[in-house]
């Protein structure tokens, strides 16, 4: 048995980061996840005037409620699509100018349907080249709250930003939703909102689902960051490959927050045993995975997970429902396709899934990973049974666990 301490999770930390900034006192954030993007978000508060004390193990974020303490700030939101789309809903409640821009990586992933929703709140709001894509300039003067449409289906975190830019409106927001992906990563915002002071309700009607968010502000606490539980499942894959093999992380089970720790009732339908309890979660190998068909709507950040993994099946893994996945930090369909077929298996592809066929991936093969941590973390499970697997930037997984390939290699060597 092989025991993982996997990094705090990047959503969670995100949005606890957030809700530190936007609430009245001093929050402690214990065991945040320390990457890239979310130093990025860090800093990003810091240049918008939050007081952020980074030690090891513990962050300190003084709360302004009213808003950003600098009444002008330059932002850049280096790969981070939670601090690029957070952080504007952020400063838009405030009372200044704040101008947001990101790398080319992240200024080619959506952002209309957030903006759109903040105009029709009064935002006095810009994009500086492409309409709907950073870089953006947001006028804060306070926002007054009310009624508004918002279209999900491309990314939950315009959801997200919204349900939490309520409570520090002045008379609520309610928020109708027509389409929604990766539902879970909602559920986490309004279990994380909760535990800040907030109160939402939510209403299922003839034209979407509505959240109404009362405008309470929110109050300062200690919060403790849960593992990622996307990141736990490179780990719990690499044991369904390896038949007695087991691997357990702690700090995520039956009470965790995160709806990816999901993957896990993939592999076990595949023919792993899989145990949750309340203080871990254990996957072991036992010899056997099946192909399956999945819809992984709601845990689409663990697709490229299964698609590395699906080769090794004993018949076709048909995985659905995953538009989301071509506007993330690459097109990730087509990027696990194309490095299957590079490997020599054979893929169909179409607007929303891919299918895999059983085969035995062949090296050397150098991974594309288009600058996406996923596909380095993911092609790495497929590299255990594949001889000759590279990468052609591998760095990258410093966006979410910097210390992955040393971490992994010696999960390798227990197994």
């Not at 990457?35 to 004390?53: H, I």
């Not at 939101?77 to 990101?102: E, K, N, Q, S, W």
């Not at 999900?152 to 959801?159: C, F, V, W």
């Not at 990816?260 to 993939?266: I, K, P, R, T």
């Amino acid at each position: 048995m092989t025991v993982i301490d996997i990094p705090g999770s990047k959503s969670v930390t995100a949005r606890a980061l957030f809700l530190a900034a936007a609430a009245e006192g001093t929050t402690t954030l214990l065991r945040p996840l320390r990457s890239d993007d979310t130093e990025g978000f860090a800093e990003g508060l810091k240049a918008l005037g939050y007081a952020v004390r980074q030690e090891p193990g513990a962050w300190h974020i003084e709360g302004r409620p009213a808003g950003p303490g600098a009444d002008e700030a330059d932002v850049y939101c280096r790969d981070g699509a939670t601090t690029a789309r957070f952080l504007p809903a952020l400063a838009a409640a405030g009372h200044g100018t704040f101008r947001f821009d990101a790398s080319a990586q992240m200024r080619r992933r959506p952002l209309g349907p957030l903006t759109t929703a903040l105009r029709e709140l009064g935002v006095e709001l810009t994009h500086g080249e492409r309409e709907g894509h950073h870089p953006l300039t947001v006028t804060g003067r306070g926002i007054k709250g009310g009624a508004i449409r918002l279209d999900a289906g491309q990314s939950s975190q315009y959801l997200t930003a919204l349900l939490m830019l309520g409570p520090l409106t002045a008379e609520g927001l309610a928020i109708t939703v027509t389409d929604l992906v990766s539902e879970p990563y909602v559920e986490i915002t309004l279990a994380m909102m909760r535990a800040f002071g907030a109160r939402i309700t939510r209403a299922d009607g003839p034209e979407g689902r509505t959240y109404t968010v009362a405008p309470t502000g929110y109050r300062a606490t200690t919060y403790a960051i849960e593992p990622d539980a996307s990141t736990a499942s490179y780990f719990f894959a690499a044991a369904a490959l390896t038949p007695g093999a087991a691997v357990t992380v702690p700090g995520l089970g039956t009470g965790a927050l995160q709806g990816d720790l999901a993957f896990v009732d993939v592999l076990r339908r595949m023919g792993a045993d899989v145990s949750v309890g309340a203080e871990g979660t254990t996957v072991r190998g036992t010899g056997t995975l099946r192909g399956l068909t999945v819809n992984m709507r709601d845990i689409s950040d663990t697709m490229p997970t299964l698609a590395a993994l699906a080769p090794f099946a004993d018949g076709p893994v048909r995985i659905e429902d995953v538009a989301n996945t071509r506007v993330k930090e690459c097109d990730r369909l087509d990027a696990c396709a194309e490095n299957l077929r590079r490997l020599g298996i054979t893929v169909a592809t179409g607007p929303d899934r891919i299918e895999i066929h059983p085969g035995t991936p062949a090296g050397p093969v150098e991974i594309a990973t288009h600058g996406d941590h996923r596909i380095v973390m993911s092609f790495a499970v497929t590299a255990l049974r594949t001889q000759g697997i590279t990468f052609d930037d591998p760095d990258c997984v410093r966006k979410t666990f910097p210390d992955f390939h040393p971490v992994f290699e010696a999960f390798r060597q227990a197994l």
